[in-house]
C-alpha cells in the first residue's frame, strides 16, 4: 500500500505487477475503522460506489493510514484537486476544451434558419453568473430586452435555445421560474422573446418541472410561473419531478439494497420499491417525452424551467434531445449535449457531485442529478440498443469521471467558475481523452445502426429496470456478460472482415476480367 | 359479430373496430377498413377465462384472459350477441373430450412418413445411452412394463442393478410409495445420479424395508460416496402435515447413509395464486374498465412504478422461482462437486421434483442447453415421468384446483439462466416462449394427456403431430447468435449466483407482456445479431467463389498465350461465371441486401409510432405515456420472423386453412 498525494495505490507482491489497484483520493466517499486485537481494517467506499476493505497489521499504523487518506480525500480547494496535477500519458489530438463551442453550434443551427442569433450579452457573466458567454436567443430580442427579461426569471436566466427541430422548426426553450411574486408582476419583453418563437397561431406548452402546488408556493418567496392572461398563446404543463434531497436519499436507500447480502427476494424487492429510485427514473423519461411529443407531434414550441432552471430543467431537454436528435445519439453529439446542456448551462457539478451515496454530510446541494439522467439514457439505450453509437461503458465513464476524475472538466459548478479557475490552462479536458481512437474504440456500441427517426422509449414499469452496470458493478460477476459483449463484437467484426475481403476480391476480379477483355480486343 | 371493438390493453383510446368470427377451432377477430386486414387469431385452448362486464351505454364488455398472457378485450354493440359469443365460447374454452382438441383436427400437410419421423426427433433411449446408461451399475427395468407397478411412469426406467424386481415391487406398493425412485440423470465422469420419486408413505413410525434397501441400491451404484441426499422439495411444515396423514418423508433413523434436506417450494396452490396475483399487478386490470369503455371518461392513470414493484413483491412469483432455481443449484453441485447421489421428490413426484431434477441437469449438463437437448430434457422430466399436463394446464375441463402454472415456472428459470450466462444457451426466448404457448394450445399431441399410458391408450403418435419437429424444422428462429459449441459457457457445470445483489432476479416482460406490443421496443439485438450472422455466411460462400474464380481466371491468364484456341475455351467458361454471378449476388444486389435490414434492423420502425396527444389530454396535465408508445412496425417485424411466417401467434401458421373454419358469426 502506497499513498502519493493523489492515489492510493495498492499492488500485490507479485513479480508481473497484475494486480495493481489505483485510486484517486477524490473517489473516497467515506471510510471507516475497525480494531479486532491489534489487526486494523479500514473500509474505504468509493464514489463510483466500489467498496474497498484494507487489513492492516498495527493500530498505529493503520490510524496514520486512514487519518491520512482522510485528510487526503477532503480536500477544500478545487486547485489542489488532481486535475491541476495531472500530466497526460498521451498526446493530444485535439483540445477538448474547444471541440465543442456554440459558435459552432450556431453555425449548423444558421444553415437552416435564420430566425435565431448568438447574443454576447453575457460577455462578462454581468447578466447570468450561471449561464455562459454566449447564448442562442430569437433573433428579434435585442440585448437590451434580454437584460431586461433576465431581471425578471430567478438567477437572471432568461429564456435560451436549448434545441431546435429541423424537421418542422419548433424550438424547445429553457429558464428559470418567473419572479411573479404575490402580485403578478409581469415583464412585456419576456412574453415577447418567447412569443418570438412560436409561428403564428400556433401554441406553445410550458412544461414545469414543479407540482402546481409547489410553483404556486414559490409566489411567495418571490418566484412564480406564467399565468395565462400575460402568456395566452402558451398552455402550462406541470410535470413534478423530484429534486435534492430527496434523490440523495433515494440514491442512497437505493446503494444500501444493492450492497445487501441477504438472499431474501422480498426484502430485496421491497428495499428496491422503498428507495423510489426507479419512480424517479419513471417521471423523469415521462416528462422528456411529454417535451419531445409537443415539440415532434404537436408541432408546438416548448419552454421548460423548474425553478433554478439548472436540474430537472436540463434533465429534461437533455432527454428530449436524445429522444429527437439522432445526433445526440452519436459519441460526439452526446459529448456535445454535454457540454451544452449541462456544462455550458450552469449545472452546478461540483456541488452536486461533492459525495456520492456513501457519504454522511447530508449537504443540502448533493443530489445525483446527473447520475439519474445518464440512467435515463441507459433506459432508453437498452430499449433502442442500435441506435446509440456509444455503449454503456460510455455512460459509466462519465459517472465516473462527474464524481472523480484526472480531468478538469467537470470542476467548477458553471462556465464562469471555470474560467475564473482558469480550468481550460491549467488542466485537462477529459474530451482531449475519451476522443483519442484508442479510447473510442472502447465506448463503441458494435450493433450501431444509424437511425434518423424519433425514438420513443416506453416507459411501463415493466420496461424499466435496474441499472446494472452501475449498481450491481461491484457486486454481480461479470465475466459472462463480458463474453456475451465479446461475442457481440467479434460476430460484428467478422462480418466486417469478410465484407471488406469480398469487396476486394470482387475489384481485383473486375480488374483482371477488364485486362483479360482487353487482351482479347488486342 | 360486427361492429366489435377491441380495447388496446395500454391505452384507453386506443380502440379497433371489426368484425368477431368464432370457428371450431379458434376466435378471430378481424379489423374493418385497414388494407392489410389486420387479424387477431385465438385459439379456443388458449382462453382460460372470459368475463361478461355491465352492459354500457356503448355495448357490452366481454373480457377474455389467455393462458398465453393475452387479455383481449372487446365491446359487443349488442347484449344479445355478447351473451351468445359469451357461451359458446364457455362451452368452446371448455372441450370435455380429448378428441375435441385442435391437435386430432390440426393437419400441417405433412405425410405418414413425415409425421413418425417427427416423433422420432426425441428418442429417450437413445438419451439414456448418451448419459451412458445401462452400465455396471444401472439398468433397465421392466417391472413397469404393462403400467403394473406405477401407472405414471413410463414403461422403461433406470434403476440400480442391485435393486431386484422385488425391491422396487415392494418400494412401490401402498403403503409405501406410489412413485418408486427411478433413475433420472447419470453423470458419466464421477457415477453420481439423480433420482426421483414420490414421498415415503412411512407416517411417523412405519418401516418398510425394500425402501430402505432401494435406497442403499442407489448408494452403492454410486462406489465414490458413503452416502446420498434425500432431498424433499416441500417446506418443512407441509412435509409433516403429511407425515401425520400416513405419508411423510424418509427417517434418519431408519435410512443408513442419508443425508435428508428440505428446500421449501411452495406447493401448486400456493403457486397458482401467486401467478395470479402477479398478473394482476402486471398492467392492473381493476383499471376501471367501466371508464375505459365510456370514451367521455379521460382521467386514466398509468401504473405507477411503486405499485408495480410492489405487486410484484406481493405476488411472491420471483421468491417462488428463486427457490425452485437454488434447489436445482444444490442437487447441481451435490452431484458435480461432492460427487454425491440425490434423491428428489416432492409429494406426488410430478411437480416440484420435475422442475428441480431438469433445472439441475440443465445446470449439469451443456448438452440440454442446446435446442435438441432442451427438447430431450422436457421429455425426459416431465412428458415419459408423467407430469399431469392435461390437469395441470386445464386443456379439458377439469377441476381448476389442478391448475398450476408448473413447468411455466421450469422455464422461467431457464430465462433467468440465460440472462445470467448469455453464451451457454443454444436457443433463445423465443424457442422458450413457443414452448410454453404450445403447451396450452394443444396443437400439436405431445403434451395431451396426464401419463405416457393415457398417451398409448389414445395413440397420440399415430393421430397427431409432434411439436418438436415442427420447431426442429425452424430451428433458425430460435438461435441464439451467442452461443458457441465451443464457448467456455457452453462447457461444463453453470454455476449461477443466488443472492440478489449478484444476480438480478428480473421480471419476464418480455413472456407476460408480450402480447402488449407497446412495452416491447423493435426487433431484438439477438434478431439482429441473428440476421448479421446470416449475411456472414452468404459472405464466406461468396468469399469461396470469388476466390475460386480468381484463381481459375489467373491459371488461364498465365497459360493465354501458349495456345490460341484455349482462348476461346475459357472466354466461353467466362460467360459461364458471369451468368453464375449474376445468379449468385450481383455487387449491387448485395450492398442493396446491407441495405435491406431494415426490417431486421433495431434502429427501425419508430417513425409511425406516435405517441397521441391530445389537447384534452394535456389539459388533464397527465397524459400516461407509457400507455400510448406503440411501436408497431417493429413488432410487426418481429412477427415476419416467427415460425409461421404469419402473425405475431405461433398458432396462427396452423389455423388459416380457411377450409376448415366453420364462420358462426351472427
Redesign the interface.
Same mark, same amino acid.
Given at each position: 500500500l502506497c499513498l502519493t498525494g493523489h492515489h492510493l495505490i495498492f499492488s500485490s507482491r507479485r513479480q508481473d505487477n497484475a494486480e495493481e489497484l489505483w485510486l484517486l483520493h477524490s473517489n473516497i466517499d467515506s471510510i471507516d475503522k475497525r480494531f479486532v486485537g491489534s489487526l486494523g481494517t479500514i473500509i474505504i467506499k468509493c464514489k463510483d460506489l466500489r467498496i474497498i476493505q484494507l487489513d492492516i497489521p498495527g493500530m498505529e499504523e493503520c490510524l496514520n493510514i486512514a487519518s491520512s487518506i482522510e485528510a487526503l480525500s477532503t480536500l477544500d480547494s478545487v486547485t489542489l484537486m488532481y486535475p491541476f496535477f495531472y500530466r497526460p500519458m498521451f498526446e493530444v489530438l485535439e483540445d477538448g476544451w474547444s471541440s465543442f463551442l456554440l459558435e459552432q453550434e450556431f453555425e449548423l443551427l444558421s444553415s437552416v434558419t435564420n430566425e435565431w442569433r448568438l447574443s454576447c450579452v453575457n460577455k462578462e457573466f454581468s447578466v447570468c453568473p450561471s449561464y455562459p458567454p454566449v447564448v442562442i436567443v430569437p433573433k428579434s430580442v435585442d440585448d437590451d430586452a434580454l437584460r431586461k427579461v433576465a431581471l425578471f426569471r430567478h438567477g437572471g436566466r432568461f429564456p435560451v435555445l436549448s434545441y431546435y427541430h429541423k424537421k418542422n422548426g419548433m424550438a424547445m426553450l429553457r429558464s428559470s421560474q418567473p419572479l411573479t411574486g404575490t402580485n403578478g408582476r409581469r415583464c412585456k419583453e419576456d412574453e415577447k422573446l418567447v412569443n418570438a418563437t412560436l409561428r403564428s397561431g400556433r401554441r406553445g406548452f410550458v412544461i414545469d418541472t414543479r407540482p402546481l402546488a409547489v410553483a404556486q408556493q414559490a409566489r411567495a418567496k418571490g418566484g412564480g410561473f406564467e399565468q395565462e392572461v400575460h402568456y395566452p398563446q402558451w398552455r402550462r404543463i406541470h410535470k413534478y419531478i423530484e429534486r435534492f434531497n430527496i434523490l440523495q436519499e433515494s440514491f442512497i436507500k437505493l446503494v444500501e439494497a444493492c450492497n445487501d447480502q441477504s438472499h431474501n427476494m422480498d426484502r430485496w424487492l421491497s428495499k428496491l420499491e422503498a428507495s423510489n429510485w426507479l419512480t424517479h427514473i419513471k417521471e423523469l423519461l415521462t416528462a422528456a417525452c411529454l417535451a419531445a411529443q409537443c415539440i415532434d407531434r404537436e408541432g408546438a414550441s416548448v419552454l421548460v424551467h423548474g425553478s433554478e432552471g439548472t436540474d430537472s430543467t436540463l434533465q429534461v431537454t437533455s432527454l428530449a434531445q436524445i429522444i429527437l436528435d439522432p445526433r445526440c445519439r452519436t459519441i460526439r453529439g452526446f459529448e456535445a449535449l454535454i457540454v451544452r446542456e449541462w456544462l455550458q448551462a450552469g449545472h452546478p457539478f461540483q456541488q452536486r457531485c461533492a459525495q456520492s451515496a456513501y457519504s454522511n454530510s447530508k449537504q443540502k446541494w448533493e443530489a445525483p442529478v446527473f447520475l439519474l439522467f445518464l440512467e435515463c439514457v441507459w433506459q432508453i439505450h437498452r430499449q433502442f440498443p442500435c441506435s446509440f453509437e456509444f455503449n454503456e461503458q460510455f455512460l459509466i465513464m462519465l459517472f465516473e469521471h462527474a464524481y472523480a476524475s484526472q480531468f478538469g472538466t467537470f470542476l467548477g459548478n458553471n462556465e464562469n467558475e471555470r474560467a475564473k479557475l482558469k480550468l481550460p490552462q491549467k488542466t485537462m479536458s477529459l474530451w482531449s481523452w475519451v476522443n483519442r481512437p484508442e479510447e473510442l474504440s472502447r465506448f463503441q456500441n458494435p450493433l450501431y445502426e444509424a437511425n434518423s427517426l424519433v425514438i420513443w422509449p416506453s416507459v411501463a414499469p415493466q420496461s424499466l429496470q435496474l441499472w446494472e452496470g452501475v449498481f450491481l458493478r461491484w457486486n454481480r460477476p461479470s465475466r459472462f456478460l463480458e463474453e456475451a459483449e465479446e461475442e457481440r463484437i467479434n460476430i460484428i467484426k467478422y462480418n466486417k472482415e469478410l465484407q471488406a475481403r469480398v469487396n476486394a476480391l470482387r475489384r481485383r476480379l473486375a480488374e483482371l476480367e477488364a485486362e483479360d477483355e482487353d487482351e482479347e480486343v488486342q | 359479430v360486427e361492429n366489435v371493438r377491441l380495447l388496446d390493453r395500454?391505452s384507453s383510446r386506443r380502440a379497433v373496430v371489426g368484425t368477431l368470427y368464432l370457428t371450431a377451432t379458434h376466435v378471430i377477430f378481424v379489423e374493418n377498413g385497414s388494407e392489410t386486414r389486420k387479424e387477431t387469431w385465438v385459439l379456443h385452448s388458449q382462453i382460460s377465462s372470459i368475463e361478461k362486464q355491465a352492459t354500457t351505454a356503448t355495448g357490452c364488455p366481454l373480457l377474455i384472459r389467455c393462458k398465453n398472457f393475452q387479455v383481449i378485450q372487446l365491446v359487443i354493440p349488442q347484449e344479445r350477441d355478447c351473451h351468445d359469443v359469451y357461451i359458446s365460447l364457455i362451452r368452446l374454452a371448455r372441450p370435455v373430450k380429448y378428441e375435441e382438441l385442435y391437435c386430432f383436427s390440426f393437419n400441417p400437410k405433412l405425410d405418414k412418413e413425415e409425421r413418425e419421423q417427427g416423433w422420432k426427433l426425441v428418442d429417450l433411449n437413445e438419451e439414456y445411452h448418451r448419459m451412458g446408461v445401462p452400465n455396471n451399475y444401472w439398468q433397465i427395468s421392466d417391472v413397469n412394463r404393462d403400467y403394473g407397478v406405477c401407472d405414471s411412469y413410463p414403461t422403461e426406467v433406470y434403476v440400480p442393478k442391485s435393486a431386484t424386481a422385488h425391491i422396487i415391487v415392494g418400494s412401490s406398493k401402498p403403503p409405501r410409495r406410489r412413485r418408486f425412485p427411478a433413475l433420472s440423470y447419470y453423470c458419466k465422469g464421477n457415477n453420481a445420479s439423480i433420482c426421483r420419486s414420490s414421498q415415503p408413505l412411512s407416517g411417523f413410525s412405519a418401516r418398510c424395508l425394500e425402501d430402505e434397501q432401494m435406497l442403499q441400491a442407489i448408494r452403492k451404484a454410486n462406489p465414490g460416496s458413503d452416502f446420498i441426499y434425500v432431498v424433499d422439495t416441500r417446506p418443512k411444515l407441509n412435509a409433516m402435515a403429511n407425515r401425520a396423514a400416513g405419508k411423510g418423508y424418509e427417517n434418519e433413523d431408519n435410512y443408513s447413509n442419508i443425508k435428508f434436506q428440505f428446500i421449501g417450494i411452495e406447493n401448486i396452490h400456493v403457486m397458482r395464486n401467486s401467478l395470479q396475483k402477479m398478473l394482476e399487478g402486471?398492467?392492473p386490470l381493476n383499471w376501471k374498465l367501466e371508464k375505459r369503455i365510456d370514451p367521455s371518461v379521460k382521467e386514466l392513470k398509468?401504473? #405507477?412504478?411503486?405499485?408495480?414493484?410492489?405487486g !410484484? /413483491?406481493n405476488s411472491?412469483w *420471483?421468491?417462488h422461482i428463486?427457490a425452485i432455481m437454488?434447489a436445482g443449484i444444490f442437487i447441481a453441485k451435490a452431484v458435480a462437486e461432492e460427487g454425491v447421489s440425490v434423491l428428489v421428490h416432492c409429494s406426488d413426484g410430478w411437480d416440484r421434483t420435475a422442475q428441480v431434477c431438469s433445472v439441475a441437469s440443465l445446470l449439469l449438463d451443456p448438452y440440454y442447453r442446446t435446442m435438441k437437448g432442451f427438447m430431450v430434457l422436457i421429455e425426459k422430466d416431465w412428458v415419459s415421468f408423467g407430469h399431469k399436463f392435461n390437469h395441470r394446464y386445464g386443456n379439458l375441463d377439469g377441476d381448476p384446483k389442478e391448475i398450476s402454472p408448473v413447468i411455466d415456472q421450469f422455464i422461467e428459470c431457464v430465462w433467468q439462466l440465460m440472462e $445470467?450466462?448469455?453464451?451457454?444457451f443454444e436457443f433463445n426466448e423465443r424457442f422458450l416462449i413457443h414452448i410454453q404457448h404450445h403447451i396450452y394450445s394443444c396443437q400439436f399431441g405431445n403434451f395431451l394427456c396426464n401419463s405416457q399410458k393415457e398417451r398409448r391408450e389414445l395413440k397420440i403418435k399415430e393421430r397427431t403431430y409432434s411439436l418438436w419437429a415442427h420447431l426442429w424444422k425452424n430451428r433458425a428462429d430460435y438461435l441464439n =447468435? *451467442?452461443f @458457441?459449441p465451443d464457448?467456455? $459457457?457452453s462447457q461444463g457445470t453453470l454455476h449461477p &449466483?443466488?443472492?440478489?445483489?449478484?444476480? *438480478?432476479?428480473?421480471?419476464w416482460?418480455g413472456m407476460?407482456?408480450r402480447f /402488449?406490443k407497446?412495452?416491447?421496443?423493435?426487433p431484438s439485438?439477438t434478431d439482429?445479431?441473428m440476421a448479421?450472422?446470416e /449475411?456472414?455466411q452468404q459472405?464466406?460462400e461468396? !468469399?469461396e467463389v *470469388? $476466390?475460386e @474464380?480468381?484463381a481459375n481466371? $489467373?491459371k488461364s491468364?498465365s497459360g493465354?498465350n501458349k495456345v490460341k484456341s484455349k &482462348?476461346q475455351d475459357q472466354?466461353k467458361q467466362?460467360g459461364l461465371y458471369t451468368s453464375n454471378n449474376s445468379l449468385a449476388n450481383t455487387?449491387q444486389e448485395?450492398s442493396n441486401d446491407?441495405k435491406s435490414?431494415p426490417s431486421r434492423?433495431? #434502429? &427501425?420502425g419508430?417513425?409511425d409510432? +406516435?405517441?397521441?396527444?391530445t389537447q384534452d389530454n394535456?389539459k388533464s396535465?397527465d =397524459?400516461d405515456?407509457? +400507455?400510448n #408508445?406503440d &411501436?408497431e412496425s417493429g413488432v410487426e417485424d418481429l412477427s415476419c420472423r416467427s415460425p409461421s411466417g404469419g402473425g405475431c401467434l405461433p398458432s396462427e401458421d396452423s389455423g388459416k386453412d380457411s377450409d376448415e373454419a366453420v364462420f358462426l358469426a351472427g
Amino acid at each position: 500500500l502506497c499513498l502519493t498525494g493523489h492515489h492510493l495505490i495498492f499492488s500485490s507482491r507479485r513479480q508481473d505487477n497484475a494486480e495493481e489497484l489505483w485510486l484517486l483520493h477524490s473517489n473516497i466517499d467515506s471510510i471507516d475503522k475497525r480494531f479486532v486485537g491489534s489487526l486494523g481494517t479500514i473500509i474505504i467506499k468509493c464514489k463510483d460506489l466500489r467498496i474497498i476493505q484494507l487489513d492492516i497489521p498495527g493500530m498505529e499504523e493503520c490510524l496514520n493510514i486512514a487519518s491520512s487518506i482522510e485528510a487526503l480525500s477532503t480536500l477544500d480547494s478545487v486547485t489542489l484537486m488532481y486535475p491541476f496535477f495531472y500530466r497526460p500519458m498521451f498526446e493530444v489530438l485535439e483540445d477538448g476544451w474547444s471541440s465543442f463551442l456554440l459558435e459552432q453550434e450556431f453555425e449548423l443551427l444558421s444553415s437552416v434558419t435564420n430566425e435565431w442569433r448568438l447574443s454576447c450579452v453575457n460577455k462578462e457573466f454581468s447578466v447570468c453568473p450561471s449561464y455562459p458567454p454566449v447564448v442562442i436567443v430569437p433573433k428579434s430580442v435585442d440585448d437590451d430586452a434580454l437584460r431586461k427579461v433576465a431581471l425578471f426569471r430567478h438567477g437572471g436566466r432568461f429564456p435560451v435555445l436549448s434545441y431546435y427541430h429541423k424537421k418542422n422548426g419548433m424550438a424547445m426553450l429553457r429558464s428559470s421560474q418567473p419572479l411573479t411574486g404575490t402580485n403578478g408582476r409581469r415583464c412585456k419583453e419576456d412574453e415577447k422573446l418567447v412569443n418570438a418563437t412560436l409561428r403564428s397561431g400556433r401554441r406553445g406548452f410550458v412544461i414545469d418541472t414543479r407540482p402546481l402546488a409547489v410553483a404556486q408556493q414559490a409566489r411567495a418567496k418571490g418566484g412564480g410561473f406564467e399565468q395565462e392572461v400575460h402568456y395566452p398563446q402558451w398552455r402550462r404543463i406541470h410535470k413534478y419531478i423530484e429534486r435534492f434531497n430527496i434523490l440523495q436519499e433515494s440514491f442512497i436507500k437505493l446503494v444500501e439494497a444493492c450492497n445487501d447480502q441477504s438472499h431474501n427476494m422480498d426484502r430485496w424487492l421491497s428495499k428496491l420499491e422503498a428507495s423510489n429510485w426507479l419512480t424517479h427514473i419513471k417521471e423523469l423519461l415521462t416528462a422528456a417525452c411529454l417535451a419531445a411529443q409537443c415539440i415532434d407531434r404537436e408541432g408546438a414550441s416548448v419552454l421548460v424551467h423548474g425553478s433554478e432552471g439548472t436540474d430537472s430543467t436540463l434533465q429534461v431537454t437533455s432527454l428530449a434531445q436524445i429522444i429527437l436528435d439522432p445526433r445526440c445519439r452519436t459519441i460526439r453529439g452526446f459529448e456535445a449535449l454535454i457540454v451544452r446542456e449541462w456544462l455550458q448551462a450552469g449545472h452546478p457539478f461540483q456541488q452536486r457531485c461533492a459525495q456520492s451515496a456513501y457519504s454522511n454530510s447530508k449537504q443540502k446541494w448533493e443530489a445525483p442529478v446527473f447520475l439519474l439522467f445518464l440512467e435515463c439514457v441507459w433506459q432508453i439505450h437498452r430499449q433502442f440498443p442500435c441506435s446509440f453509437e456509444f455503449n454503456e461503458q460510455f455512460l459509466i465513464m462519465l459517472f465516473e469521471h462527474a464524481y472523480a476524475s484526472q480531468f478538469g472538466t467537470f470542476l467548477g459548478n458553471n462556465e464562469n467558475e471555470r474560467a475564473k479557475l482558469k480550468l481550460p490552462q491549467k488542466t485537462m479536458s477529459l474530451w482531449s481523452w475519451v476522443n483519442r481512437p484508442e479510447e473510442l474504440s472502447r465506448f463503441q456500441n458494435p450493433l450501431y445502426e444509424a437511425n434518423s427517426l424519433v425514438i420513443w422509449p416506453s416507459v411501463a414499469p415493466q420496461s424499466l429496470q435496474l441499472w446494472e452496470g452501475v449498481f450491481l458493478r461491484w457486486n454481480r460477476p461479470s465475466r459472462f456478460l463480458e463474453e456475451a459483449e465479446e461475442e457481440r463484437i467479434n460476430i460484428i467484426k467478422y462480418n466486417k472482415e469478410l465484407q471488406a475481403r469480398v469487396n476486394a476480391l470482387r475489384r481485383r476480379l473486375a480488374e483482371l476480367e477488364a485486362e483479360d477483355e482487353d487482351e482479347e480486343v488486342q | 359479430v360486427e361492429n366489435v371493438r377491441l380495447l388496446d390493453r395500454l391505452s384507453s383510446r386506443r380502440a379497433v373496430v371489426g368484425t368477431l368470427y368464432l370457428t371450431a377451432t379458434h376466435v378471430i377477430f378481424v379489423e374493418n377498413g385497414s388494407e392489410t386486414r389486420k387479424e387477431t387469431w385465438v385459439l379456443h385452448s388458449q382462453i382460460s377465462s372470459i368475463e361478461k362486464q355491465a352492459t354500457t351505454a356503448t355495448g357490452c364488455p366481454l373480457l377474455i384472459r389467455c393462458k398465453n398472457f393475452q387479455v383481449i378485450q372487446l365491446v359487443i354493440p349488442q347484449e344479445r350477441d355478447c351473451h351468445d359469443v359469451y357461451i359458446s365460447l364457455i362451452r368452446l374454452a371448455r372441450p370435455v373430450k380429448y378428441e375435441e382438441l385442435y391437435c386430432f383436427s390440426f393437419n400441417p400437410k405433412l405425410d405418414k412418413e413425415e409425421r413418425e419421423q417427427g416423433w422420432k426427433l426425441v428418442d429417450l433411449n437413445e438419451e439414456y445411452h448418451r448419459m451412458g446408461v445401462p452400465n455396471n451399475y444401472w439398468q433397465i427395468s421392466d417391472v413397469n412394463r404393462d403400467y403394473g407397478v406405477c401407472d405414471s411412469y413410463p414403461t422403461e426406467v433406470y434403476v440400480p442393478k442391485s435393486a431386484t424386481a422385488h425391491i422396487i415391487v415392494g418400494s412401490s406398493k401402498p403403503p409405501r410409495r406410489r412413485r418408486f425412485p427411478a433413475l433420472s440423470y447419470y453423470c458419466k465422469g464421477n457415477n453420481a445420479s439423480i433420482c426421483r420419486s414420490s414421498q415415503p408413505l412411512s407416517g411417523f413410525s412405519a418401516r418398510c424395508l425394500e425402501d430402505e434397501q432401494m435406497l442403499q441400491a442407489i448408494r452403492k451404484a454410486n462406489p465414490g460416496s458413503d452416502f446420498i441426499y434425500v432431498v424433499d422439495t416441500r417446506p418443512k411444515l407441509n412435509a409433516m402435515a403429511n407425515r401425520a396423514a400416513g405419508k411423510g418423508y424418509e427417517n434418519e433413523d431408519n435410512y443408513s447413509n442419508i443425508k435428508f434436506q428440505f428446500i421449501g417450494i411452495e406447493n401448486i396452490h400456493v403457486m397458482r395464486n401467486s401467478l395470479q396475483k402477479m398478473l394482476e399487478g402486471n398492467i392492473p386490470l381493476n383499471w376501471k374498465l367501466e371508464k375505459r369503455i365510456d370514451p367521455s371518461v379521460k382521467e386514466l392513470k398509468s401504473p #405507477s412504478m411503486s405499485d408495480f414493484l410492489w405487486g !410484484l /413483491e406481493n405476488s411472491g412469483w *420471483l421468491k417462488h422461482i428463486k427457490a425452485i432455481m437454488d434447489a436445482g443449484i444444490f442437487i447441481a453441485k451435490a452431484v458435480a462437486e461432492e460427487g454425491v447421489s440425490v434423491l428428489v421428490h416432492c409429494s406426488d413426484g410430478w411437480d416440484r421434483t420435475a422442475q428441480v431434477c431438469s433445472v439441475a441437469s440443465l445446470l449439469l449438463d451443456p448438452y440440454y442447453r442446446t435446442m435438441k437437448g432442451f427438447m430431450v430434457l422436457i421429455e425426459k422430466d416431465w412428458v415419459s415421468f408423467g407430469h399431469k399436463f392435461n390437469h395441470r394446464y386445464g386443456n379439458l375441463d377439469g377441476d381448476p384446483k389442478e391448475i398450476s402454472p408448473v413447468i411455466d415456472q421450469f422455464i422461467e428459470c431457464v430465462w433467468q439462466l440465460m440472462e $445470467q450466462f448469455p453464451c451457454a444457451f443454444e436457443f433463445n426466448e423465443r424457442f422458450l416462449i413457443h414452448i410454453q404457448h404450445h403447451i396450452y394450445s394443444c396443437q400439436f399431441g405431445n403434451f395431451l394427456c396426464n401419463s405416457q399410458k393415457e398417451r398409448r391408450e389414445l395413440k397420440i403418435k399415430e393421430r397427431t403431430y409432434s411439436l418438436w419437429a415442427h420447431l426442429w424444422k425452424n430451428r433458425a428462429d430460435y438461435l441464439n =447468435p *451467442l452461443f @458457441r459449441p465451443d464457448h467456455s $459457457q457452453s462447457q461444463g457445470t453453470l454455476h449461477p &449466483q443466488i443472492a440478489p445483489c449478484n444476480f *438480478l432476479y428480473k421480471f419476464w416482460s418480455g413472456m407476460y407482456n408480450r402480447f /402488449e406490443k407497446g412495452l416491447h421496443p423493435p426487433p431484438s439485438v439477438t434478431d439482429y445479431l441473428m440476421a448479421v450472422k446470416e /449475411e456472414t455466411q452468404q459472405l464466406e460462400e461468396e !468469399l469461396e467463389v *470469388l $476466390q475460386e @474464380r480468381l484463381a481459375n481466371l $489467373q491459371k488461364s491468364q498465365s497459360g493465354n498465350n501458349k495456345v490460341k484456341s484455349k &482462348q476461346q475455351d475459357q472466354s466461353k467458361q467466362f460467360g459461364l461465371y458471369t451468368s453464375n454471378n449474376s445468379l449468385a449476388n450481383t455487387p449491387q444486389e448485395y450492398s442493396n441486401d446491407l441495405k435491406s435490414f431494415p426490417s431486421r434492423s433495431p #434502429s &427501425q420502425g419508430d417513425e409511425d409510432s +406516435a405517441l397521441i396527444l391530445t389537447q384534452d389530454n394535456l389539459k388533464s396535465s397527465d =397524459p400516461d405515456l407509457s +400507455a400510448n #408508445s406503440d &411501436q408497431e412496425s417493429g413488432v410487426e417485424d418481429l412477427s415476419c420472423r416467427s415460425p409461421s411466417g404469419g402473425g405475431c401467434l405461433p398458432s396462427e401458421d396452423s389455423g388459416k386453412d380457411s377450409d376448415e373454419a366453420v364462420f358462426l358469426a351472427g
